[in-house]
């Protein structure tokens, strides 16, 4: 699998549908993994601008991000006003570029801009370029939740050609499984506060479910040291703090008994849980990508942070609650208590 083939995968499985664009030589290797595939519509214009404001049309019409795929510098940069209305307009709009050759770039080639992010920042959520062959499925996948995370706005990758024609398999990418859709399930996130929801309902059967679960604790949750307590008392449940490097406070004491260490000095701890609640914290902070931190195989992910926006920005959650973390606890815990609360039989190995 090439780089362009995980762009049409990641798209089809995060359950895009349209593609629209005006290409050039350096999207052909996109191209021939979009008409090899299949699961993709490419609609052609013949103006970026044109092609661009279909994409919005599409996103307002259609409740679902609008895709875009544009040519280089020349081809982004006659798109660029309608990027611009997009984003004034808060609409949900992917732009990709297949920029050129890396080597082209490095010599002030033909169409050569190597900071081609930098002319789309001021107007998108987040602008960005990859840098390997390996990243561009989760570079895209970022673009489709920052897109979509309100408010909605639009979001720019480019993509090298080498990079698109490169191997993955060789490049050391882990593409074991399907992707899943960018950001949590419709209605899986909420503000806390309010009667119960979807969210709630859904991050309460996760949690009355789980066999191991695990709190990951962020400088996010200062000030919910009681409420952080009561739940992992009402789980059985140990509280990890989130890796040292991401912690501007310590949210949680460290002489408490239900406390257990700093997860990011050991990945592996959270190795064997079936349920992870992170609360403050961002998921999963790497201080290097030898002892990156995971979400374990198989382990469900409930994530409580004051930016709805953070909330499967990189890990996709199963259910997620935006606001005050101790004002989303005791919603939490009001919702567990409506339904009888959690039996702690079974769970004294924990």
């Known amino acids: 699998m090439n780089g362009a083939e995980t762009i049409v995968q990641t798209l089809v499985d995060a359950g895009v549908s349209a593609f629209f664009g005006l290409p050039g030589s350096t999207e052909a290797p996109l191209l021939e993994a979009i008409r090899a595939d299949g699961g993709l519509r490419y609609v ?50 992917v732009v990709t570029a297949g920029h050129k050759d890396r080597a082209v770039l490095a010599e002030d080639g033909f169409c050569a801009f190597p900071d081609l992010p930098s002319l789309l920042r001021p107007c998108t959520k987040w602008s960005w370029q990859s840098l390997s062959a390996a990243a561009i499925p989760a570079d895209l996948r970022r673009a489709l939740h920052t897109a979509c995370t309100p408010p909605f706005g639009p979001a720019f990758l480019a993509v090298p050609e080498d990079l698109l024609r490169a191997d993955i398999s060789a490049a050391g990418a882990d593409l074991a499984g399907p992707a899943r859709p960018p950001g949590p399930a419709p209605g899986r996130v909420a503000v806390a506060g309010g009667p119960a929801t979807e969210a709630l309902r859904a991050a309460a059967g996760l949690l009355m479910s789980a066999d191991r679960p695990v709190l990951v604790v962020g400088s996010g949750a200062l000030g919910a040291v009681p409420e952080l307590r009561d739940l992992a008392d009402e789980l059985a449940a140990p509280v990890l703090l989130a890796e040292f490097t991401d912690l501007a406070t310590l949210p949680f004491p460290t002489g408490d008994e239900r406390f257990l260490g700093l997860y990011g000095e050991d990945p592996a701890v959270l190795d064997g849980c079936d349920l992870v609640v992170a609360v403050g914290c961002r998921v999963f902070y790497p201080f290097s990508d030898a002892s990156r931190p995971r979400l374990p195989p198989g382990a469900r992910l409930i994530h409580l942070h004051r930016e709805a926006a953070e909330i499967g920005r990189v890990i996709p959650a199963d259910a997620g609650l935006a606001g005050e973390p101790a004002a989303a606890l005791a919603a939490l815990a009001g919702e567990l208590r409506a339904r009888g609360g959690i039996s702690q039989i079974g769970r004294a190995h924990v």
């Open 44 to 93: 052609l214009g013949l103006h970026e601008g044109a092609v661009v404001s279909m994409a919005d049309g599409y996103a307002r019409a259609t409740g679902t991000p609008g895709v875009v795929g544009l040519h280089t510098t020349v081809g982004t940069m006659n798109g660029l006003s309608q990027v611009f209305n997009a984003f004034r307009d808060q609409s949900p709009v």
